[in-house]
């Protein structure tokens, strides 16, 4: 479980959160909507303690981290498969380079049982035959589910956090990582997936949390987003180009 307790945070003097809090069980399938810059991604870092909060408790598994220290912070990392927004894989290492590298750090593997492990994730989304090849050589989709499979390689995650996992992606690609994302949590394990698209969100969560100003201005299910009145949510629909889903109750 997740908890933020009235956590605030700024960058220098510009406040990016303000006294937010919420609880996320581990098996939630959560989507974290806002426009650009209302702080999604800085939520995340603040759940791996990459950054600190300047007021307020974060509590990760009963255990508050909000003090903690980075080696103990690096094992609390662990429950978590991290794949974030940009620079997601190494632009100078090989596919097999990259998902190898958590295994090479954190476990004790052979390089033969490297190499395994390796193709078998790879195996898994499709792209075993680009294992030689370097990030620029692959198109944006095949670059983000090798990303995704280099955050779970050496650790079973108990949840997963994606920052815009399917941005500049076109919708066949973008509906390839929303499916490998349900894939991966068929087993129950939840996710965070925090994106701007709500069409995509639709297809992952059942939780919605909407940020603006510092705040969650929503947090509910998809019909409460469908349903709401507030203007902020009703603009945000239809920016995204889906008129059909402002203020109206139909199922998608
Ligand atoms: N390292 C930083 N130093 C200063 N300001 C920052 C830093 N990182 C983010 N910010 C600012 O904090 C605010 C929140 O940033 P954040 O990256 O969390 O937004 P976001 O909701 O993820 O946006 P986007 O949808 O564009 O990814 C933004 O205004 C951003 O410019
Ligand atoms: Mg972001």
Redesign the pocket.
Same mark, same amino acid.
């Given at each position: 479980m997740i908890t933020f307790d009235r956590v605030s945070f700024s960058? +220098?003097s510009?406040p990016?959160l303000n006294g937010m809090s919420f609880s996320i069980e581990e098996t939630e399938r959560v989507a974290i909507l806002?426009?650009?810059?209302? +702080?999604?991604?800085?939520?995340l870092k603040l759940i791996l303690g990459l950054l600190k909060p300047d007021s307020g408790r974060i509590w990760i598994d009963g255990i508050d981290i909000t003090e903690k220290k980075e080696e103990e912070l690096r094992e609390i990392r662990t429950k978590f498969s991290i794949v974030f927004?940009e620079g997601a894989l190494f632009d100078s290492l090989t596919v097999k380079e990259n998902v190898a590298f958590p295994l090479r750090e954190y476990t004790q593997m052979s390089e033969e049982e490297i190499d395994q492990k390796v193709r078998e994730l790879l195996r898994r989304v499709g792209l075993e035959e680009a294992i030689d090849l370097m990030p620029e050589e692959l198109s944006g989709g095949m670059h983000r589910r090798v990303a995704i499979m280099r955050s779970l390689a050496a650790f079973e995650p108990r949840m997963f956090l994606y920052?815009?996992p399917t941005s500049g992606l076109d919708p066949v690609n973008a509906n390839i990582i929303c499916e490998l994302i349900l894939n991966l949590s068929s087993k129950g394990t939840g996710f965070i997936v925090?994106t701007?698209k709500v069409f995509d969100a639709f297809k992952l969560a059942d939780r919605f949390m909407f940020?603006k100003s510092g705040t969650i201005l929503l947090d509910g299910d998809r019909e409460r987003i469908l349903q709401s009145d507030l203007s902020e949510i009703k603009i945000f629909l239809k920016e995204l180009h889906f008129p059909q889903f402002q203020g109206g109750t139909r199922n998608v």
């Open positions: 960058y +220098g510009r990016v806002g426009g650009s810059g209302e +702080g999604k991604t800085t939520i927004q920052d815009e925090v701007h940020l």
